[in-house]
């Protein structure tokens, strides 16, 4: 088949998580020509017009989908347009490998995203922010006296440091809020801070259905005391950070985990099947201290480079790269 990896175009003075979009077009494309696809890499932005032509010209059968957001003026790409590039793709009745585009808004946009999660019954932490999100919140909300501030659209991270973790209530959570307006990321959203385990479960799409990968634990090790144990910018880009090498992924769970990890898949699942996600998806969790599962994100086509902790899981599953990208190229759809 004749492949287009379709991703955003990167600036000159790309972060570290802009940039790692092309070592996931060279992995892509290496497992691609694996499996005996011919394929094409091409770079996009804002400017989507010529798309339909290009896609045209290439005899294209299957875009696999990489955007992670795009840019404006040159500058870095925005997580809001996201689900542009492949609603394009959509229009011109070619195969889309990845996540249909109304997942990918539906996910990307997380106080959305929480508030249909709610609406089906699915666990996730209480939220606070301006305009929709307050208009999801149910009465009551603002009761966690630690809060986490998230961006409503970025993912990688973003904005994520120590300071994003704020303790003294919904006042001081719209606070901090208030004093983020406007800085890269914006807008952003409180919700209420899980204490204890952070998990992630990847989904990859097959003829049977997704398999639910080996639940991956993230563990803070020798965080001093008073230290937010959370996976923020620095520990996922930051090779020189104490929390880059601190914060540690293991698969070996204690034994008494198994009800604990057989809610989670039921949860992953049940997260698929909400959102309608197809290829390769992923669904991060915290846990309290009770052993409750939290669902924070759902991530409709998350990082698939060769070190990401998707591509742990499938290693850990027995799954191979190449295998793992011929699954997700069979599963693609005309939407």
């Known amino acids: ?89 959509e229009t011109q009745r070619v195969r889309l490998a990845g996540c249909p585009s109304e997942a990918i808004f539906l996910t990307a946009h997380k106080v959305l995203a929480k508030g249909l999660l709610r609406q089906a ?19 009551g909300m603002g009761a966690a006296a630690r809060w986490i501030v998230k961006s ?24 901090e809020l208030a004093r983020r307006a406007g ?47 959370i996976v923020g910018y620095a520990a996922k880009w930051h090779e020189d950070s104490f929390e880059y090498s601190h914060t540690v992924r293991r698969f070996d769970l204690p034994p008494g985990d198994h009800a604990l990890v057989d809610e989670m898949r039921r949860q992953a699942l049940a997260c698929w099947r909400l959102f309608r996600l197809r290829g390769w998806a992923r669904v991060d969790f915290r846990v309290d201290e009770q052993g409750r599962p939290f669902i924070l994100e759902v991530n409709a086509n998350p990082c698939i480079s060769p070190d990401a902790g998707f591509v742990a899981g499938l290693a850990r599953a027995g799954i191979g790269y190449d295998e793992a990208i011929g699954r997700i190229v069979a599963a693609a759809a005309v939407d």
Request: hydrophobic share 45%.
């Open 1 to 89: 088949m004749r492949v287009l990896i379709l991703h955003n175009r990167v600036p000159a003075q790309a972060a570290p998580d802009e940039l790692d979009v092309l070592v996931q077009v060279e992995a892509v494309g290496c497992a691609l020509r694996s499996l005996g696809h011919e394929f094409e890499a091409r770079g996009c932005d804002l400017d989507l017009a010529g798309l339909p032509l290009l896609l045209r010209e290439l005899r294209t059968d299957v875009v696999f989908n990489l955007v992670e957001g795009l840019a404006i003026d040159g500058q870095g790409g925005q997580g809001r347009l996201i689900h542009l590039a492949p609603g394009v793709v």
């Open 121 to 139: 019954g699915l666990p996730t932490p209480d939220w606070l922010g301006d305009g929709l999100a307050d208009a999801a919140a149910d009465p």
């Open 152 to 175: 409503v659209w970025e993912d990688a991270s973003i904005g994520m440091d120590d300071s994003a973790v704020v303790d003294g209530g919904a006042a001081a959570a719209r606070a």
């Open 183 to 229: 800085r890269t990321g914006a807008p952003w959203f409180a919700e209420a801070f899980v204490e204890g385990r952070e998990f992630n479960l990847g989904l990859l799409d097959g003829p049977d259905g997704p398999t639910v990968l080996p639940p991956a634990e993230m563990t803070f090790q020798d965080y001093p005391e008073g230290k937010p144990r």
